[in-house]
Nanobody, 124 residues
Framework: QVQLVESGGGLVQAGGSLRLSCAAS????????MGWFRQAPGKEREFVAA????????YYADSVKGRFTISRDNAKNTVYLQMNSLKAEDTAIYYC?????????????????WGQGTQVTVSS
């Protein structure tokens, strides 16, 4: 069982930055692929970024590539999402998720555990 708690969301102007954190419980955190997803009002939840067990392999949605960086600290059981050059279209609730898959996956259905989400609002 893994419990995930996100933090770091808020209101920021376009062009600004935010860093989201996701604290995980459980001793096997390092064995999970970790991902970030987001859901804007009236839209389906979508993949944002994911990284492998060790953090050595990352994958990003085209819409955030070059602006967002996902990382993890297995010693702290925490995964991060650094978001730079934010745009109004990045406004959404951001969710952290953990997958027991052996490789990075972008499919929502492959993720076993989800956090409650944190709101990110970017004003234009």
């Amino acid at each position: 069982q893994v419990q995930l708690v996100e933090s770091g969301g808020g209101l920021v102007q376009a062009g600004g930055s935010l860093r989201l954190s996701c604290a995980a419980s459980g001793r096997t955190f390092s064995r999970y692929v970790m991902g970030w997803f987001r859901q804007a009002p009236g839209k389906e939840r979508e993949f944002v970024a994911a990284l492998s067990w060790t953090g050595g392999i990352t994958y990003y949605a085209d819409s955030v590539k070059g602006r967002f960086t996902i990382s993890r600290d297995n010693a702290k059981n925490t995964v991060y999402l650094q978001m730079n050059s934010l745009k109004a279209e990045d406004t959404a609730i951001y969710y952290c998720a953990a997958s027991s898959m052996l490789a990075i996956t972008t499919a929502l259905s492959d993720y076993d555990y989800w956090g409650q989400g944190t709101q990110v609002t970017v004003s234009s």
